[in-house]
């Protein structure tokens, strides 16, 4: 009995030294870019694009890496999406939950979405030589949603496997089809995870920035053309930091509070529409 209890006492204090060590990482990593980029934030480095010098201490801002950030993210995750949400219905409502062929589905799934983004950029450039493209905002959309497909259907295909089996098979015994089953049932019982794993994958796809290097180049104009190369902030931050100016450096700081602060919203929101959404879910 006493072993038990010093056995519990031994994990339980584990388990809170690691709290603490994930705590304490995440509260340095934000405070370190707070303390070195909050000073040289300003409502010029938000609302202005580069201007000549800018690597080397002159005016402007990262205008065009923001906005760009925002172009890709949100078309890959639109992207990635439009094609998700079909293979999420087809595995849980047109196939059995347990056949190998979901099992496969699902396995493939796990093994991309651990693959390391610089990957995805690297066969995004083969497509692109193979095909004549240039680096453009098109190309970088199309590489995100590939890289944040995995992403997508795995969480949207984990709050699906949640909705109770016998309000389906009610579905099906009042006479509804799959398909109408899939629209007016399931995904709307999914709807909180849905907008988790939609915002899940944005946050993935804007703070990325090894699969854009290669697809989406950089540039310091606005995008105006999906055909155009565009900026993001991920490269911003790393251009910035490679300047030999301190000046410089201390911007991109600045640069990643903004992507910071992005990511909190975008995290943020994701819990008050889960939170929302979740009360009209009927629980199994």
Same mark, same amino acid.
Not at 88 to 96: D, L, S
Not at 122 to 131: I, N, S, Y
């Given at each position: 009995m006493q072993l038990k209890h010093i056995e519990e006492k031994f994990f339980k204090t584990l388990m809170i030294?690691?709290?603490?060590?994930?705590?304490?990482?995440?509260?340095?990593?934000?405070?370190?870019?707070?303390? =070195?980029?909050?000073?040289?934030?300003?409502? $010029?480095?938000?609302?202005?694009?580069?201007? +000549?010098?800018? !690597?080397? +201490?002159?005016?402007?801002?990262?205008?065009?890496?923001?906005?760009g950030s925002l172009y890709l993210a949100a078309a890959s995750t639109f992207l990635a999406f439009v094609v998700g949400l079909p293979v999420v219905i087809y595995i849980n409502i047109y196939k059995k939950a347990n056949s190998k062929f979901t099992s496969f589905v699902r396995l493939s799934l796990d093994v991309l979405w651990g693959v390391p983004s610089i990957v995805f950029g690297a066969f995004g450039f083969t497509v692109m030589v193979f095909l004549g493209l240039k680096t453009s905002l098109l190309a970088g959309v199309i590489t995100l949603a590939i890289m944040i497909l995995p992403v997508i259907i795995r969480a949207m295909d984990e709050i699906f496997k949640t909705i109770p089996t016998?309000?389906?098979?009610?579905?099906?015994?009042? +006479?509804?089809?799959?398909?109408?089953?899939?629209i007016k049932i399931?995904? =709307?019982?999914?709807?909180?995870?849905? $907008?988790?794993?939609?915002?899940?994958?944005?946050?993935?796809?804007?703070?990325?920035?090894?699969?854009v290097i290669f697809t989406a180049g950089y540039t310091d104009r606005i995008p105006y053309s999906v055909l155009k190369p565009v900026g993001s902030l991920p490269l911003s931050i790393f251009f910035q930091l490679s300047a030999p100016v301190v000046e410089v450096q201390n911007r991109a700081y600045a640069s990643a509070v903004i992507l910071?602060?992005?990511?909190?919203?975008?995290?943020?929101?994701?819990?008050?529409? !889960?939170?929302? !959404?979740?009360k009209h879910r009927v629980n199994g």
């Amino acid at each position: 009995m006493q072993l038990k209890h010093i056995e519990e006492k031994f994990f339980k204090t584990l388990m809170i030294l690691s709290l603490v060590l994930v705590v304490g990482l995440l509260l340095s990593v934000v405070m370190a870019v707070l303390i =070195k980029g909050l000073p040289s934030l300003s409502w $010029t480095m938000i609302s202005q694009s580069p201007v +000549g010098g800018f !690597y080397m +201490g002159k005016g402007g801002g990262v205008l065009n890496a923001i906005l760009g950030s925002l172009y890709l993210a949100a078309a890959s995750t639109f992207l990635a999406f439009v094609v998700g949400l079909p293979v999420v219905i087809y595995i849980n409502i047109y196939k059995k939950a347990n056949s190998k062929f979901t099992s496969f589905v699902r396995l493939s799934l796990d093994v991309l979405w651990g693959v390391p983004s610089i990957v995805f950029g690297a066969f995004g450039f083969t497509v692109m030589v193979f095909l004549g493209l240039k680096t453009s905002l098109l190309a970088g959309v199309i590489t995100l949603a590939i890289m944040i497909l995995p992403v997508i259907i795995r969480a949207m295909d984990e709050i699906f496997k949640t909705i109770p089996t016998g309000m389906l098979d009610a579905s099906f015994a009042l +006479g509804a089809t799959r398909w109408e089953t899939s629209i007016k049932i399931a995904v =709307k019982q999914a709807l909180p995870g849905i $907008t988790t794993a939609i915002l899940l994958a944005f946050g993935r796809a804007i703070g990325d920035a090894a699969s854009v290097i290669f697809t989406a180049g950089y540039t310091d104009r606005i995008p105006y053309s999906v055909l155009k190369p565009v900026g993001s902030l991920p490269l911003s931050i790393f251009f910035q930091l490679s300047a030999p100016v301190v000046e410089v450096q201390n911007r991109a700081y600045a640069s990643a509070v903004i992507l910071t602060i992005i990511i909190l919203i975008i995290s943020i929101l994701s819990r008050i529409l !889960y939170s929302r !959404y979740d009360k009209h879910r009927v629980n199994g």
